[in-house]
């Protein structure tokens, strides 16, 4: 790919720092160039889209880029916010048009098909550049995936004062490409449930910082509130009410939504454990179901887990996996795996017997139920995902193909690369945005989170992808995501839970270093993520306050040691 | 007061348990009798005010109760959601109204009125039964406030399933006042702005829970969002925006709505420390505005006090409190007095020059800077608070009327007490709603809150009012409250940081004890909370969910040790 560089006067930052509330693109691109020039947009502005057959979902994003534009209306976060521009402003050029286009006449794909091509093979790249003087600006990609990263950062470079939506820093010149092809966010609506409506905004807020990964952990041991045609009952007898249902159809809306906006939709059915409530349409496939003390059973209550080493479990689950999974455009799909309690099965008469009459150990029991199941999802052409304890605790023959998640510990990476996986980190010690809410179990009025404290966006912020693995393993890591599990969330905490802090992890798998070449750095970062969180106010967004709005104002004021 | 008794088959609750989802009053009242026939509400339902020129308030206030029984519309919070009770109610009676009546037959005052008379001279308490033969429930009171009371214990008595508005346990008879005439909530609404409409539906949040008090911190050294009309410029200057403003009139309208709803609005304004942001229109009357580094001068940036050495910052404190303090018709208004920095002053020319040109201490010129700022407010009729540092860290002559905020520990109770004051307790190791956010401050990624962890409404629920105080010293604990300060929260959070958390301290001191006696307990009160959290969000508010939903319609199963 290559862009024709502009060549104006330039400044090169490289080494220097923006000034705060000027530039806050958030995840920061690879390479940035600015001037000193004021530039408005016009009242006819318009985004001239220069793609042969541009599909319907590039217009649409186009539609929504001149909305966020003509609606945003941040101001920078100065004092004043802005009201010292106008002089500025008095002698600007004015911006009458974007031009879109891509670097190949080939006829374009949606954004849709693009999202979800297997990671490595998605062309999100772009290069957008702001011209000083009044001409067209330009947005140009190897894919309308790529257009719509590049409309997400056009968005973010705009502020507005007085009646004008300006920047002053023309000309811009940005080239951007992802560090790490997998920047997610997971969401459990299994312990408690989202309506769609909350699932949907949640993704138009990951898109505006460029993750493109929903990890939908759809169903827990709580409940099952995914409707799968071939098995309706599941639903019905486990979803928390008829009301709390994802019907095939509201999977297929938000899997289409997801993608559109540049998101690929990673589902995640748990297996063995974590699935209590299928006991309620089929008590016989689950053993120790809602046996106590939960505690010995499982993490949580209520216990219950598939009786893997049956014959008939291993084929529904095998059949129920590969039905859900074909109805889905990704080719990832995770079984989970995490958090198997043995002492469930240690009595479970059926296993027992099963165990007994074939031989098998429960380890090699597990190995055969996860390669069927792994291999009807392979089948349908389907990567299994999994979480780390699937190859860090068990002795389980999967695919190289398999991708690992790691959220026990940071730590775990090393040990995961070691056997050779791909890697998703998602380690709970930075990661986790339930950590720190105290204990949600009842009768234990001092207990505290299991993974206190609270993980803050700068905590996050520092996790390095690649610590304590060797140069010849970092290829293994795909990237990671900030994960959101339920106990204590709902539609009603979403918002501010989530946002601003599940930025961090977006920023660390885009950018992965400044554009002067140097780390990420917290202090560097924070007045960018304040510019992120009141833009997603304006835009709709719970996103909290990360300081007072006195702090937000003047950068750097409130640092420790200011 | 004398109430008739009702004598009919009841089951006194005492030393048993009432089944679950069934009756989760909250605060759970002083007696509490009930049986086991079911009652539904009639389609033509209604409020029999038999009160003598019953005030505009108290019709309001029944118009709000009719509006919530007709539209709480609450499932039970136990499986099937009161499908199991279709059998029960196809014999229920039907009750056909409430009829409501004063003790004596003077003529009603408001509840605004009742609302924010002295602590101790008003009257919360009322006594209210639903008979099981479907005659008319009845509620009776010495006051419109003890109506108000008894009119939101009425709304959490019943829960809908098919159409049916119904409660399961008549008779039930409640007699019912609290334990602690002061019942709080503060929020800080300088560090953050929050629009009127939020403090109003956090207002009617609190009433449902009894909550008698907002503690309203409303300036601090980030921002001065009050208009006073006497001086204007502080919010012109202070305030984050023009909009950020509270109006002369915004103010009355927060406290007529508060107090029609039984709660009395006292006011902070916080002298002489955290008061930077003055400078913005008087910076001759601050000390050490903005100094570097803030930590030498503030707990928090930006550092700033008032000079409270000199005559003019005496005259002009004296003035703007009891200007502000005259337009309230609360008896209580807090001059704050907390975390003062002395280095501030070390230095500071005017502030030293005034101590060596009159030979006072700096701790004479505080006692002299108190007790005329507290003698305006006190020739106001105003009872002035403070927070504990005024009374255990300076030697300064107080009114023995002087109420004193517990805040730094609970273990500082004693210590006040010590000295006689009256206390209010808001110890941040229980009751700061802020605490366990991680590290505010930037540049502080390993940071932590510095009041971790977070506060749980279970551990906020252990708090003993009268800990560590002699019987003799009781009486001086007027109640306490939980506070949200707002270096991380806004209009975005203030929900789910607030509820239903906030109700723990609504119970320990409306209630104290559970109706048989017993100390109130954490694992009899979990199904409660979980009903109000309910309820409430069928109100509007966004609560978060304290376990998992198959948690909270399965009482216990999510204990520890369950």
New interface residues.
């Given amino acids: 790919m290559a862009f024709s560089r502009y060549v104006g006067i330039l400044t090169l930052v490289a080494g220097c720092r923006l000034p705060s509330g000027v530039l806050a693109l958030w995840p920061i691109p690879t390479t940035l160039e600015t001037g000193m020039t004021a530039v408005t947009i016009s009242p006819t502005f318009y985004f001239d889209v220069q793609v042969t057959s541009a599909p319907a979902d590039l217009h649409e994003a186009v539609s929504q880029s001149q909305y966020y534009l003509e609606n945003d209306k941040l101001g920078r976060l100065v004092v004043g ?1 802005g009201a010292n521009d106008t002089t500025a402003l008095a002698s600007a050029k004015i911006l009458s048009k974007l031009t879109l286009s891509l670097t190949s006449s080939a006829a374009a794909e949606p954004i849709a098909s693009e999202a979800v091509k297997p990671l490595g093979t998605r062309s999100e790249e772009y290069a957008l550049t702001i011209p000083a003087d009044g001409s067209a600006a330009t947005l140009t990609a190897n894919s309308t995936l790529g257009l719509y990263r590049g409309l997400t950062t056009f968005n973010q470079l705009f502020y507005y004062y007085g009646g004008v939506t300006y920047t002053l820093l023309a000309p811009i010149v940005i080239t951007d490409t992802p560090a790490y092809p997998f920047r997610g966010l997971a969401l459990d609506t ?4 989202y309506p769609v409506a909350d699932i949907l905004r949640t993704l138009d807020a990951m898109s505006w910082v460029k993750i493109n990964t929903f990890h939908w952990h759809i169903t827990d ?3 099952f509130p995914l409707e799968i045609a071939q098995y309706p009952e599941l639903a019905m007898n486990g979803a ?2 008829a009301q709390e249902v994802y019907t095939a159809s509201d999977v297929q809306y938000i899997v289409q939504y997801a993608a559109a906006r540049g998101i690929d939709v990673m589902m995640e059915i748990d297996t063995p454990g974590h699935t209590a ?1 299928i006991a309620a349409t089929y008590p016989e496939y689950v053993a120790c179901f809602d046996a ?4 010995q059973y499982a993490n ?3 216990a219950g887990q598939l009786r893997f080493a049956l014959p008939e479990v291993i084929n529904f689950t095998a059949s129920m996996l590969s039905d859900v999974a074909k109805t889905l455009p990704s080719y990832y799909f995770s079984t989970g795996g995490d958090e198997l309690n043995t002492n469930c099965y240690a009595n479970d008469y059926l296993t027992q017997q099963q165990l007994n009459s074939t031989g098998m150990t429960l380890n090699g029991a597990l190995d055969a139920f996860t390669q069927t199941t792994h291999g009807a999802l392979i089948a349908e052409g389907k990567t299994p995902v999994v979480w780390e304890e699937m190859v860090l605790n068990w002795n389980i023959t999967l695919s190289n193909e398999t991708i690992v998640m790691v959220w026990i510990s940071s730590a775990d990476a090393a040990a995961v690369a070691e056997r050779g996986f791909r890697i998703v980190q998602a380690p709970s010690n930075y990661f986790y945005l339930d950590c ?14 299991w993974c ?5 966006w ?2 996050a ?2 996790f390095d992808p690649l610590a304590n693995l060797t140069e010849a393993q970092y290829g293994l890591v795909l990237g990671g995501e900030q994960a959101l599990w ?8 979403v ?3 989530v946002w601003p802090r599940a930025a961090s992890s977006a920023e660390i798998f885009w950018s992965g270093k400044q554009p002067t070449g140097a780390a990420l750095n ?2 560097e970062a ?1 007045p960018r993520l304040h510019d992120v969180r009141y833009r997603m ?1 304006q835009r709709g967004i ?10 937000a104002i003047r950068p ?7």
Same sequence: chains 1, 2.
């Fill in positions: 916010r299994s312990r408690n449930y041991s709580q409940s928390y009410s409530i106590t003390p939960w505690s949580e209550p209520p720190g809410a105290g204990e949600w179990l009842g009768d234990d009025p001092a207990g505290n989170s206190d404290p609270f993980k803050t700068s905590e912020y520092t339920s106990e204590q969330s709902g539609p009603q905490n918002d501010p839970i917290v202090t924070l106010v719970n996103a909290i306050p990360l300081q007072p709005h006195w702090c750097d004021a409130c640092d420790l040691y200011a």
